[in-house]
């Protein structure tokens, strides 16, 4: 089958693109623009009104927080209880920052000792009010001290009371008497222990001065040498007073060359010995001589330590006996430039001593050189 197509011999006129015409809106896109900028002014005014709004409610706020809560007088809270403290405050408005310490006076305890603002100031109501409630004294009651030492008790209420005023204290001087307990060591006490402490109270003790009239026997020191001789007097409880002189031509050079009383010879505990010591063999920026000192006279024998202490900080102990006091002498021989320092009961006792070949730089030492 044959199809047989035939196009018009006159086809319709086409309008060009510039003659068509558009169909005319409804709306004028002017006026739309126009209505959009009165739309943003609004908007921009009222924040604006906004802010301002804010600024002056924040403005007036400030003021009346500068005008305050009502004014009220502080209380006078010293020597109440806690409990009656806070009523007192809350009818005033007030609140209370509290703090404890311990004070010196035992019936202080659970009363307000301090305030601040003081009592009379002018505050605002809802201020805080700093009180400080005692705890009462540090010790309420007398300690046991029978069969302390007497020296580590004191150090024990100093410890104790440091910063404050003591309320327990050691009566000057204790009453010393004979016993077979050690030197030193508390017997009896005045008050007794657990008695309340109500106020500043002085503690009576009885303490031992150790046996009376020990008897020890005298070492034989003949021909030791200055060392050994300072090791033989720290074993016994005999207080030595050293001398040195130089060598004889039959001596030995530093070395005891005399003594009295003899060797062998019973004497009370805590007797003075005389020992001579002979000067040792002269060596370069070596010193050597006797260290003197005065104490006072002690009770019962006191721990005395001597010791030397180089330049550079070092510490080389030289002799530690048990002293009662009096003269107190110790032989050494050291380099130039060390220093003698001198402790009872482990506390030093000034001056130091600078070792010196011309003699010491203070103090009462009486070097001697070879």
């Known amino acids: 089958m044959k199809l047989d197509f035939k196009l018009p011999k006159k086809l319709p006129k086409i309008p060009r693109l510039s003659d068509l015409r558009l169909p005319t809106l409804p709306v004028d896109l002017r006026k739309i623009e126009s209505f959009d900028r009165e739309h943003y002014r609004i908007m921009a005014y009222g924040f604006g009104a906004v802010i301002v709004l804010m600024f002056v409610v924040g403005f007036a706020a400030f003021l009346l927080s500068l005008r305050g809560a009502e004014q009220t007088m502080v209380p006078d809270l010293r ?23 311990f004070t010196d006076d035992p019936a202080d305890r659970g009363k307000i000792v301090e305030q601040s603002p003081s009592a009379g100031a002018i505050v605002k109501a809802g201020r805080r009010i700093a009180v400080t409630v005692s705890r009462g004294s540090v010790v309420e009651r007398v300690e046991n001290f029978v069969g302390q030492d007497v ?48 106020g500043p109270t002085q503690l009576e003790l009885v303490v031992s001065r150790g046996p009376e009239k020990a008897q020890v026997r005298v070492p034989d020191l003949a021909g030791l040498s200055i060392d050994e001789a300072l090791l033989q007097v720290e074993k016994t409880d005999l207080v030595v007073n050293f001398s040195m002189r130089p060598a004889g031509k039959t001596e030995r050079a530093g070395a005891v060359v005399a003594q009295t009383p003899a060797a062998g010879s019973m ?26 000192r005065d104490l006072p006279d002690y009770p019962y024998p006191l721990k005395v330590s001597l010791e030397a202490r180089s330049p550079s900080g070092d510490r080389t102990p030289i002799v530690t006996v048990n002293h009662p006091g009096g003269a107190f002498t110790a032989p050494y021989v050291l380099p130039e430039g060390y220093v003698l320092v001198l402790s009872v009961l482990d506390r030093e006792v000034p001056p130091r001593v600078e070792v010196s070949a011309s003699g010491p730089a203070s103090g009462p030492a009486s070097p001697t050189a070879p």
């Open 79 to 101: 020597g109440m209880e806690l409990a009656q403290a806070l009523v007192k405050l809350q009818e005033k408005e007030l609140y209370p920052r509290v703090s404890l310490r």
């Open 151 to 198: 020296n580590e008790a004191k150090i024990h209420l100093q410890t104790l009371y440091a910063g404050a005023r003591p309320l327990l204290s050691v009566k000057e001087p204790p009453v010393y008497v004979f016993d077979k307990a050690p030197a030193g060591t508390i017997l009896e006490q005045k008050p007794l222990p657990e008695t309340e402490i109500a």
């Open 267 to 292: 004497i009370p505990s805590n007797a003075r010995v005389s020992v001579t010591l002979s000067s040792p063999h002269a060596e370069k920026d070596q010193v050597a001589g006797i260290y003197k």
